[in-house]
């Protein structure tokens, strides 16, 4: 009774990841229409803030791409948080081509912050424009991207617009992690839903591309507001709509870039970084998301198989079974084609749920023990909560 039980709460998880996935190929914006959109934005300026950490092999590419975007953005600021590597040098050669490109010097970190967090607010105490931009340097903007999304934003009003970045994978790690990361979002945030609502955890805000009204990121408090939060994005998108104000997600399709890890090592270190505070910190948030996700990946095709080949056959089983792993199989296709990752993932989703597992009890332990790094600096973020 208990096996049959489970078989069936997996078959209505699958088969509502299905549906949403279709609803949001209809409901989750594109970009396109808003190219011929009618948005006043003469006056209208915008800061583009990068923090910049040991960037040497990325900040150039995100800096081409972005001296070429609309006139609107006044100036491009660049924080070099103590980088012991040429980023300041290759920031100061665009400064030359470029006078809107700035370098400033990022001051000493204070107890109880997270680094990125404190450039990111040092950066927004001296942005100039009404509209700010933040951006991480191993982003690629496209062409006329700041353009779309202030018509967008001006003309919805919006106090947050944020992209969803095409990912680009290089090793295996980010090849199996990125589709789930985007099958977690795409598949189980009702986009409609999640605009219309001012519930805070339905959102998702990506660090890549993150367009504020100055004003509105001053009202929430800004990266002040969460210095020990490591998924400073999904938090600062959650107190927008806490505090009743207009968020918006859209499809980006390629405008925004993510440049890929340099190493397996790096990809698990920054993915793991993020997954255990997106849990808010919650042990047992992990423990029933966890035992979810490897029920879903492999309860049903053991079904499968068990029913196949035992004598005491149940059709029931087998068929209810079936149908998981054929709505998990159609969730993680449409994710695959729609942010184009590679097809043969989808067969591949159990090895992928498999690794995230691991990455994400590797954050718990990492953040319990106190030896979570990034860029060669300890992030000790909040403590552990049951």
Known sequence: MLETIIHFVLAVVAGCSALIAFLNTRFLNRTSPYFS?????DGVTVSILIPARNEENRISEC??????QCNNVIEIIVLDDRSVDSTS???MGFSELDSRVKLMAGEELPPGWIGKHWACHQLSLVARGNYLLFIDADTVL????VLLALKKSVHGDCDLLTFIPRRIAKCLA?????PFIDWAIFCWLPMKVAHRT???YLSATYGQFMLFKKLSYERIGGHSKIKDNAVDDMELGRMVKSEGLVWNLLDSQGLVTSL??????DALKGISRSVFPALNYHVSFLVAFSMLLLGIAYIPIYGIVNEVVSDGWSMRIFLVSLFSCSMTVISWTFVCVRFRHSRYLVI????????IVLVAYHSMFANAMKFQSWKNRGVEGRRVRF
Request: aromatic share 8%; no cysteine; glycine share 4%.
């Open 89 to 91: 040098e290759i920031v």
């Open 63 to 68: 800096l081409e791409s972005l001296i070429s």
């Open 37 to 41: 959109m009618n948005g006043d934005i």
């Open 260 to 265: 890929p890890y340099e190493s397996n090592s």
């Open 142 to 145: 496209g062409k006329d991207a």
């Open 348 to 355: 591949m989703f159990p090895i992928a749920i498999s690794l």
């Open 174 to 178: 980010e090849k199996l992690m990125f």
């Open 198 to 200: 001012k519930n805070p």
